[in-house]
């Protein structure tokens, strides 16, 4: 075995492998604990994962021949990336294949707080025809802010000018004359100012120390009180229990998760149920047509990690 995918992939790209004469792993349950004998991890050149496989110096300690992680995604929150290249193993990433997905769930969540949809189908459901009750609102006309500008943010901010929205955005590693600010026309302002202006505020930064908790109690009382909250970068970046607070004082309209924290969460968590909060499974970035692109990247790159040849999704 040269290679262990240790979570779901799209198996069509498993033919890359056969075709390449590379053999491998699928075990898309691995990342629940390594059960595979000290022999087949000595083996290991490559490691596939998503999200929920932890990679640190222990798993790393386990593979002397691993030349590459390959991650399904773009987080790198599971992966010790200073220890993989201490040891130098190299780390690939799915750079930009999801973006696209990802963009579009921002714009399906907009559009389904403004126009109540769930709401309205459980109406109808229990016997109800009120239709002034869920007169809603248009996106056109309203302020997106972004809260980081990379490749995901830019799709999306193409897409809600589309709409007719407003477009700001803060990043403090984006320049004035970046395609965002320069192409898309993206206003580049304070992250005070995003939140005080938005009426979606919407977040695609890393997970890191520096933006660990990012969005607090302090940050939340900055938005308006009819202004909504996505979130689709990591769950560790709100601080869960201040939006909880803020919810439940009114001083943001609702939120729409797809990371939490801890994942799944416990049924008692405090934002489940509660009202103006939309939470999903983490699935942003999943659509038949990302995770087709996403493995097929992947794969292809560590490949070429395997052959020699430098990966162009390297972190």
């Given at each position: 075995?040269?290679?262990?995918i240790?979570?779901?992939?799209?198996?069509?790209a498993?033919?890359l492998?056969d075709?390449?004469?590379v053999?491998?792993?699928y075990?898309p349950e691995?990342?629940?604990?390594?059960s595979?004998?000290?022999?087949a991890l000595a083996?290991?050149?490559?490691?596939?994962v998503?999200?929920?496989?932890?990679v640190?110096a222990d798993?790393l300690?386990?593979?002397?021949?691993l030349?590459?992680?390959?991650?399904l995604g773009v987080?790198?929150?599971n992966?010790?990336v200073?220890?993989?290249?201490?040891?130098?193993v190299?780390v690939v990433s799915?750079?930009?294949?999801?973006?696209i997905?990802?963009?579009e769930?921002v714009i399906a969540?907009?559009?389904?707080?403004?126009r109540?949809?769930r709401e309205?189908?459980?109406h109808?459901?229990?016997?109800g025809?009120d239709?002034?009750?869920f007169t809603?609102?248009?996106?056109?006309g309203?302020?997106l802010?972004?809260?980081?500008c990379?490749?995901?943010a830019?799709r999306l901010?193409?897409r809600?000018?589309s709409?007719?929205m407003n477009?700001?955005g803060h990043?403090?590693?984006v320049?004035?004359?970046d395609?965002a600010?320069?192409e898309l026309k993206?206003?580049?302002?304070?992250?005070d100012?995003?939140?005080?202006?938005a009426?979606?505020?919407s977040?695609h930064?890393?997970l890191?120390?520096?933006?660990?908790h990012l969005?607090?109690y302090?940050?939340?009382?900055q938005?308006?009180?009819?202004a909504y909250l996505?979130?689709?970068?990591?769950?560790?970046?709100i601080?869960?229990?201040?939006?909880r607070?803020?919810?439940q004082e009114g001083?943001l309209a609702g939120?729409?998760?797809d990371?939490l924290?801890?994942?799944?969460?416990?049924?008692d968590?405090?934002l489940?149920?509660?009202?103006?909060?939309?939470v999903?499974p983490?699935?942003?970035?999943?659509?038949?047509?990302?995770?087709?692109?996403v493995?097929?990247l992947?794969?292809?790159e560590?490949l070429h990690?395997?052959?020699g040849?430098p990966s162009?999704?390297r972190?």
């Amino acid at each position: 075995m040269e290679v262990l995918i240790t979570e779901f992939i799209d198996e069509s790209a498993l033919s890359l492998f056969d075709e390449a004469g590379v053999t491998y792993a699928y075990k898309p349950e691995a990342w629940q604990g390594f059960s595979f004998d000290e022999k087949a991890l000595a083996s290991l050149k490559a490691i596939i994962v998503r999200n929920k496989t932890r990679v640190g110096a222990d798993l790393l300690n386990q593979c002397p021949q691993l030349q590459v992680i390959g991650r399904l995604g773009v987080g790198l929150d599971n992966i010790d990336v200073a220890a993989a290249k201490k040891r130098g193993v190299s780390v690939v990433s799915a750079r930009n294949a999801n973006a696209i997905s990802v963009a579009e769930y921002v714009i399906a969540a907009m559009l389904a707080v403004v126009r109540r949809l769930r709401e309205a189908d459980e109406h109808v459901t229990e016997g109800g025809w009120d239709r002034h009750t869920f007169t809603g609102l248009e996106l056109y006309g309203k302020t997106l802010g972004l809260i980081g500008c990379g490749e995901i943010a830019q799709r999306l901010a193409l897409r809600a000018k589309s709409l007719g929205m407003n477009v700001i955005g803060h990043d403090p590693y984006v320049a004035p004359y970046d395609f965002a600010p320069s192409e898309l026309k993206m206003q580049l302002r304070s992250l005070d100012e995003v939140l005080e202006r938005a009426d979606f505020v919407s977040l695609h930064v890393p997970l890191t120390e520096g933006t660990r908790h990012l969005i607090d109690y302090k940050r939340l009382k900055q938005m308006k009180p009819s202004a909504y909250l996505i979130n689709t970068s990591r769950g560790g970046v709100i601080q869960e229990e201040h939006l909880r607070q803020a919810l439940q004082e009114g001083r943001l309209a609702g939120a729409v998760l797809d990371v939490l924290e801890e994942e799944p969460p416990h049924r008692d968590h405090p934002l489940l149920g509660l009202k103006g909060v939309l939470v999903t499974p983490h699935i942003a970035g999943l659509t038949v047509e990302s995770q087709a692109r996403v493995a097929r990247l992947v794969i292809g790159e560590v490949l070429h990690e395997l052959q020699g040849d430098p990966s162009i999704c390297r972190v």
